[in-house]
């Protein structure tokens, strides 16, 4: 079977669903991955990467599709499709600013871009971020929007159409736990109350932990974004979780589904 996910920048992938990817690469399934951007608007934090030969704009985005496609091989998956839009940064003002930015682009516009890759492509499930954005970025919000549109209009260009569409989640207990000892300007702004999901909203509960290498390894692939190895695994040591399982919950679905959660993405198909 065929997986679709869709996101707006490198390293969205990793942290939302990196584990569920690997997974099903390694179970046959075809795994694409579309990325509206090349996070062309990222910080430099390692400090090993001198951001002289990478100032922000499509310099950047050279360092950090490079990134991505380490990634996409550390995941066992294809090589990523980039809608080369612009990263619209932040904060917002950076995009207000970029005509070329993510966040200013027609949304038809972008489903007609997306259709003729799913046509192409086949998924049978799609995954892209949630209502919310996983956390508030625009970009994120812009391609969740975008690719929920192209799931419902791709029965015009694919028969069968794509079964599902999940949206990475994660529940209230960790949402608050995360805030409760969280510094980060991101986490500041993410109400739990809000982004989180309550454990009877889960479609799907992925036991990645036997792709916890996998997944580790596509994380650190982003090492512009997160700096040197051992800050990247103090973050994942302050996050067990992350590396065990992945939860999604249900976006789209054309036809039946098992009783919630399932084990699966492709469950009952």
């Given amino acids: 079977m065929n997986l679709l996910a869709v996101f707006a920048h490198p390293d969205d992938e990793s942290f939302s669903c990196g584990g569920s990817l690997a997974k099903a690469a390694a179970e046959g399934h075809n795994v694409h991955l579309i990325c ?29 599709t490079a990134e ?33 930015a993510f966040m200013n682009q027609d949304l038809i516009a972008l ?59 994660r529940s209230l207990q960790v949402l608050r736990e995360m805030k409760a000892r969280s510094t980060s300007t991101t986490m500041a702004n993410v109400d739990p109350e ?12 992925i036991d990645v932990s036997s792709f916890a290498e996998q997944k580790r390894s596509a994380i650190m692939a982003h090492r512009s974004q997160f700096g040197e190895a051992s800050k990247i695994q103090a973050m994942l040591d302050s996050r067990p979780d992350m590396l065990k399982q992945e939860i999604f ?17 492709f469950a009952g198909l």
């Fill in 36 to 64: 509206a951007t090349r996070g062309e608007e990222g910080e430099i934090i390692h400090p090993d990467i001198d951001p002289e030969p990478y100032p922000k704009g499509d310099a950047r985005g050279v360092l950090r």
């Fill in 68 to 100: 991505l496609e380490t990634t996409c091989k550390a995941l066992g998956i294809h090589p990523p499709i980039f809608l080369d839009h612009h990263d619209s940064g932040f904060p917002i003002e950076v995009g207000l600013n970029n005509p070329r």
């Fill in 111 to 169: 489903e007609r871009q997306l259709l003729p890759l799913i046509a192409d492509l086949k998924p049978d499930v799609m995954i892209s971020f949630d209502p919310h954005g996983g956390y508030p970025h625009i970009d994120h919000i812009t391609i969740h929007r975008a690719a929920i549109a192209a799931f419902w209009s791709a029965g015009s260009v694919m028969q069968p159409a794509p079964k599902r569409l999940y949206f990475p989640a």
């Fill in 194 to 205: 809000l982004y989180g999901v309550s454990d009877d909203s889960f479609a799907a509960i």
């Fill in 249 to 265: 919950t249900l976006g789209g679905l054309r036809g039946s589904f098992p009783e919630m959660p399932v084990s699966d993405l």
